[in-house]
């Protein structure tokens, strides 16, 4: 497969709208890969939290519209992002589009874990619910956005439910950059699964962007790995390796604990 990781600029002399656009365009500039992946609340910035509510869309929205066009016209699977929805009671949450290369909604994610201890995100948005998996044809997908990375029973979870290639949809701080690519190589490992993490560039909101999106193999090798600026991040890398790996080293099958209630001998 091959994967285009678009580490998206958030500049806050940039309008949501002429953003959109713009995304939508290295996109479609994309055209030839397989699987293109954009960062976490790209559209407004991730740690923007007075604009969130103004910036506020429906699922089937702007973001959702010209992004579904974009993988259409592109003829890839995308993973758009996050954008903040606003459901139909009102609640805001973090929520990632996957699309097909027909442009059709293959998958919605809401953000699990919400970061901000008290404040921010963790106050200003509903938690999601449900692990989210999406069956492409090489490979099945489980998603994850940013903090959840600091949470193993997640993509645990996501492996139990077939995922293979773990896609972290991001906008992580610079400042804690190490942790970053300490977790992402982590939860390849543990879970014997590809990690695509994309991360966002810029500044949001005065909290400097990590950057450095990083694909893992299920090895626990880097592939691939962005700087700190705008860029897209390509890599080809053979889906049936994590499949390979886990027969190899059947670590997964000696689990214990996590499973179904059971005696331990």
């Known amino acids: 497969m091959l994967a285009s990781l678009i580490q998206i600029a958030v500049n806050p002399d940039e309008s949501v709208n002429s953003r959109r656009e713009r995304a939508a365009s290295l996109v479609v500039a994309q055209r030839g890969a397989d699987l293109v992946v954009l960062p976490e609340l790209w559209p407004v910035g991730a740690f923007a939290y007075t604009a969130f509510a103004d910036e506020a869309e429906p699922l089937q929205g702007p973001t959702y519209d010209i992004m579904a066009k974009a993988a259409a016209e592109a003829g890839v699977w995308l993973h758009a992002g996050s954008f903040v929805e606003r459901a139909e009671d009102g ?46 044809p ?19 979870g996501l492996v139990d439910a077939g995922a293979e290639t773990l896609i972290v949809a991001a906008g992580w701080p610079e400042r804690r950059r190490s942790h970053w690519t300490l977790l992402a190589q982590a939860r390849a490992v543990e879970n014997q699964a590809y990690v695509l993490a994309v991360g966002s560039a810029g500044t949001h ?37 994590a499949t390979a790996t886990r027969e190899q080293f059947p670590a997964l099958k000696d689990r214990r604990l996590g499973l179904a209630p059971r005696r331990l001998a």
């Open 91 to 136: 609640t805001l949450y973090n929520t990632s589009l996957v699309f097909s290369p027909e442009g059709e909604l293959a998958a919605s994610y809401r953000k699990i874990h919400r970061f901000g201890f008290d404040k921010g995100e963790a106050v200003l948005m509903g938690a999601g619910e449900e692990l989210v998996t999406v069956a492409l």
């Open 138 to 156: 090489e490979t099945t997908l489980g998603i994850a956005t940013c903090y959840d990375l600091r949470f193993p029973e997640q993509f645990r």
């Open 205 to 241: 909101a005065g909290v400097e962007q990590a950057g450095h999106s990083i694909v893992v193999d299920p090895w626990g090798e880097v592939l691939a790995e962005a700087g700190g600026a705008e860029e897209v991040l390509t890599v080809e890398f053979d889906p049936a390796k």
